[in-house]
């Protein structure tokens, strides 16, 4: 069964025509890569699949209910998460925190609980710090749990957006070039990460990315996206030798 289903996707801005018709399919467990150029229309269709945008036309199933036109808070409670180009983080606030405050969805208890600190509030709130933990551990910024994320360094920032995409506990994450600004260093550990939470985690993911090394090197198929089109889906090596995806990103 697809766990993300995309029939015939569009929207236009004014007389402009941002994505055209796009069906993307991904089933349980896979990790999927969505390329093209810049300007292609790749966060447009990431912006509609998570309630941002409206679509003109088309419709999106998540687990088979149909998603089109839900607020973002709907979709995340449904089941899929993402994160951003530019990295929006709580810079203020703690890391551990950042993370709790996406966690918050699975918590219970009431105003009346903070206020007298009732033991549903206590045993709520250490839950969700182990949690929290747990989740930082797995990309090794445990130690920084008490640091305000906006002294993280870049690379930490990156991923602790994902820890707080993860945090949701979606079925579906949706990674939007999540190794921007990365080095090479970076880039690698980043790799195996990402092939961990989808191991460890079971969930599918939708990558959005320019470093073609991370992509061919981590996704089991590919769409290539190109002025709002899908022209090729496939293999990472299938996509390598497609003539479309080279004249695309090379020209004529």
Do not use: W
Request: aromatic share 8%; with cysteine; glycine share 8%.
């Amino acid at each position: 069964m697809s766990v993300l289903r995309i029939e015939n996707l569009s929207i236009q801005f004014g007389g402009l025509k941002a994505v055209d018709q796009v069906n993307i399919d991904i089933k349980q467990g896979e990790l999927v890569g969505l390329i093209g150029p810049n300007g292609a229309g790749k966060t447009t269709i990431f912006n509609m699949l998570t309630g941002v945008y409206v679509p003109t036309d088309g419709n999106i199933f998540l687990n088979g209910e149909k998603i089109t036109g839900k607020k973002p808070n709907e979709i995340v409670l449904l089941g899929s998460s993402r994160t951003f180009q530019n990295i929006r983080l709580f810079k203020n606030m703690t890391v551990i925190d950042n993370i709790k405050i996406a966690y918050h969805n699975h918590m219970t208890y009431h105003y009346f609980d903070t206020i007298f600190k009732t033991p549903k509030y206590v045993k709520e709130e250490q839950e969700a710090n182990e949690y929290a933990l747990s989740l930082l551990n797995v990309f090794n910024l445990d130690s920084y749990a008490y640091e305000k994320a906006k002294n993280l360094p870049y690379g930490a920032q990156r991923k602790l957006e994902i820890a707080r995409a993860l945090a949701t506990k979606p079925e579906v994450l949706l990674l939007d070039e999540p190794a921007a600004g990365m080095n090479p260093t970076e880039t690698e550990m980043l790799m195996n990460t990402i092939k961990k939470i989808k191991k460890d985690f079971d969930i599918s993911v939708l990558l959005i990315e320019h470093d073609m090394k991370l992509v061919m090197g981590i996704c089991e198929r590919i769409y290539v996206v190109d002025y709002g089109k899908v022209i090729a889906s496939g293999s990472p090596e299938e996509i390598k030798r497609n003539p479309d995806v080279i004249k695309a990103y090379l020209g004529e």
